[in-house]
């Protein structure tokens, strides 16, 4: 396990403070505000640690708010809004200086046995170890650019590899520009065995491409065209257990974009081709003068 890891799963480690209060931190890093998926996670560790331990997240709905201040800790309400016999929904709100920065609605059930199907089919695509790793992707495209150095070479947490192209390829080249992304993901070290763990981890990677497949058809990219983005609102589907230290191949497109927003929309496969997660997200687009 890579120390990058680490450190996340030691920030997916909240604090709690009080009943059904819990608190997180921020990397240790200059950014400006913070990840959404980070903020989503470590909701959705608190809500966890409210609930029976045989009861899995099934599904959770989240809006961004304001954006989150990496300097402070961030405080994780709980709101225990039932407990059924099979399924237990919990509300979190994220406050920082003494507002709401994010809210989450997550449901948990039993396990329980019921009619299958599985309409969706995993792309056909190359095996993620024939595909380059992130850093060597970035240097294809930014070569010795001082300026993209210590973003390219610092240790990362999720192993991540581009099936599709990256924004800053389809912005310089509009054969390139598609309204999907394709990448594979998985945690870069073997991880315990609780399943809320694999949950969150995907959770918080899946915040990772979606607003970039709504720049793709557009020929945008972070850091070079005039324009500033950010998640919205947020919601995922956990169909069945999976791992997040094994491949899941993350298959996204964005069916519309307007009015300073856009809609994207994703499924996670195993590397066996099972469907494991939904996700849909919008994003706000908006053009800047620069």
Not at 96 to 115: C, D, L, P, R, W
Not at 140 to 158: A, H, L, S, T, Y
Not at 213 to 240: K, Q
Request: aromatic letters at 8%; hydrophobic letters at 40%; proline letters at 7%.
């Amino acid at each position: 396990m890579n120390e990058a890891l680490k450190e996340l799963l030691d920030l997916l480690d909240l604090e709690q403070i009080e009943l059904d209060i819990f608190r997180g931190r921020s990397p240790r890093e200059r950014h400006q505000r913070v990840f959404g998926g980070q903020v989503a996670a470590q909701a959705l560790v608190a809500a966890g640690r409210t609930v029976p331990s045989d009861r899995n997240v099934h599904s959770l709905h989240a809006y961004f708010i304001r954006p989150g201040d990496p300097s402070i800790p961030i405080v994780y309400n709980v709101e225990r809004v039932r407990d059924g016999r099979s399924f237990s929904t919990r509300r979190v709100v994220a406050v920082q200086h003494g507002k709401a920065i994010f809210t989450m609605s997550a449901s948990f059930q039993i396990q329980e046995e019921g009619v299958q199907h599985q309409a969706a089919v995993m792309p056909e695509v190359p095996d993620p170890t024939t595909l380059p790793e992130y850093a060597e992707k970035m240097g294809k495209i930014f070569g010795d650019d001082p300026g993209m150095q210590e973003w390219m070479n610092r240790p990362r947490p999720v192993d991540l590899r581009y099936v599709s192209a990256m924004t800053w390829e389809a912005e310089r080249d509009p054969e390139l520009r598609s309204a999907e992304t394709t990448v594979w993901f998985r945690c870069d070290g073997d991880l315990p065995d609780d399943p809320l763990l694999h949950v969150v981890l995907a959770a918080y990677a899946s915040d990772f491409t979606l607003v970039d497949t709504v720049l793709l058809p557009n020929g945008l990219a972070w850091g070079v065209s005039p324009m500033m983005g950010a998640s919205l609102d947020h919601a995922m589907w956990f169909h069945r257990p999976f791992r997040a230290d094994e491949w899941l191949l993350y298959a996204q497109e964005s069916p519309w974009s307007g009015g300073a927003r856009g809609l994207a929309r994703g499924q996670m496969f195993t590397a066996s081709g099972e469907l494991v997660v939904s996700v849909v997200q919008e994003c706000m687009i908006r053009m800047t003068d620069r």
